[in-house]
């Protein structure tokens, strides 16, 4: 969807804060938010694409001017909330109106070190077989998808070709709507001067540039 | 349950912008209070979560990998080949690299990695993710003006060199692999793992000769 989040190429953002202390934390509510996250099941039927598309619903200017952590408190706050699971009255006050969804026990801490090495795998063999090859060119759709996707505006009706064909797996469009489809994936790379014009003339120094996307089949047409 | 439902969302989102506390402190803590009552989280496993990403899951990993790399012509290969293999090897695999591909710099070749749609990153080879790499900013400009936003990071690189930038917009993760430096022959692998720093295996840094100044 065109959204605040879907910021690829963007202009005139501000310099990146290359300053900042290297350590896995930079404050305690951070550190709690990132884990809490970790520890928890929000929602019955949640999963991750739903998350980010449940992050990229968040108001313009608030996704844009929140903190990055203040925005996962508010993509649970949310899922707990469209699910029934809590009302906005228990987010607010932090205190329980009616009891929990019966869940299994939540993730002890014995074993978090077991879900730290969990592979969550994406890829399905059984799902369709590639349409592209390597080499193949390739045009991006020129047009936007209402909900969830993983093309950014920035390569719409871009010519680039396949790099690799990365096997069948699950498409976000469809799982952020609760449905597990796959779909042929492609590693994609679009040369700097067809994403942007001023890269053929005045910014010339920028020219020896290209980017690689992972793109799914549907995103892509021949061209 | 889970709705689907975008627009019911957006709206969730809006009542929670009007009621929620502005400090985010004070939202979190009342949200892990609400979650501890109803049975659906335990805080000491919050307390391990960040326990273990503090002491023991970050970059550090992702160097010993690099050095290996450096050192292991065949573990080089293995790694370039199918990295989610080759890092399990070390016992690395876990959160988000189940689809890992390793991207070497050479000469000719810088590679940046960026996620613009959201913050894809590879968390159980390089810990948690740095802020400016979640930010608007880098994430608007990285593949745009990649040579801009390397300048800001210290790191000039040559009208001959061709940056390839890295887009995570699916759940294929990278992992940047700097170049050897100079003047490190006959190094182990715990020496040369010093050498490589995080933002090396981003690609927001290039140069990482044991003697330059100012590194970062």
């Known amino acids: ?223 | 349950m889970t709705t689907y439902d975008s627009k019911r969302v957006a709206h969730i989102h809006r009542e929670l912008h009007d009621h929620l506390p502005s400090e985010p402190a004070l939202r979190v803590k009342a949200l892990e209070s609400l979650l501890v009552e109803k049975g659906m989280l335990n805080r000491a496993a919050v307390d391990q979560w960040i326990e273990l990403y503090t002491e023991e899951i970050g970059p550090k990993r992702g160097a010993q990998v690099v050095a290996r790399a450096w050192n292991d012509p065949a573990y080089r290969k293995r790694l370039i080949e199918n990295a989610t293999a080759a890092i399990d090897e070390l016992g690395f695999t876990g959160n988000a690299t189940a689809h890992l591909r390793a991207v070497e710099n050479t000469t000719g070749v810088h590679n940046l990695v960026v996620c613009t749609l959201c913050s894809c990153y590879p968390y159980s080879i390089l810990g948690t993710a740095p802020t400016w790499y979640k930010a608007n900013e880098y994430r608007a400009r990285a593949v745009r003006e990649p040579r801009a936003v390397l300048a800001e990071f210290g790191v000039a690189i040559g009208d001959d060199v061709e940056v390839r930038v890295w887009d995570s917009t699916a759940e294929l993760r990278y992992l940047v692999i700097p170049e050897r430096p100079a003047g490190t022959e006959g190094w182990d692998e715990a020496r040369l793992a010093a050498l490589v720093t995080r933002n090396a295996m981003i690609g927001t840094d290039r140069d990482l000769a044991p003697a330059r100044k100012g590194s970062r």
């Open chain 1, 1 to 223: 969807m065109d959204g605040p989040h879907d910021l690829g190429g963007k202009r005139f953002f501000g310099p990146v804060a290359v300053d900042e202390p290297e350590e896995a934390f930079h404050s305690d509510w951070e550190a709690r938010m990132w884990a809490i996250d970790h520890a928890i099941e929000p929602a019955p039927g949640w999963n991750l694409d739903w998350w980010r598309h449940v992050r990229e619903l968040i108001d313009p200017v608030d996704y844009l001017t929140r903190p990055y952590f203040d925005q996962w408190m508010q993509i649970e706050a949310a899922l707990l909330i469209d699910s029934g699971v809590a009302t906005i009255d228990e987010i607010v006050s932090g205190k329980a109106a009616t009891a929990g969804p019966d869940l299994p026990p939540p993730l002890g801490p014995e074993e978090v070190r077991a879900a730290s090495k969990r592979l969550t795998r994406y890829d399905r063999a059984d799902g369709p077989a590639p349409q592209y090859k390597t080499g193949d060119a390739v045009r991006a759709n020129a047009v936007g998808a209402a909900g969830h996707t993983r093309l950014p505006a920035y390569v719409r009706g871009r010519v680039g070709r396949i790099e690799r064909q990365c096997g069948a797996h699950v498409l976000p469009d469809a799982k952020s709507r609760g449905i597990d489809r796959a779909e042929p994936l492609y590693t994609v790379r679009f040369e700097a001067e067809e994403l942007w014009p001023e890269a053929r003339a005045a910014d010339a120094k920028e020219r020896r540039a290209c980017v690689y996307l992972d793109l799914w089949e549907s995103y892509l047409e021949p061209a």
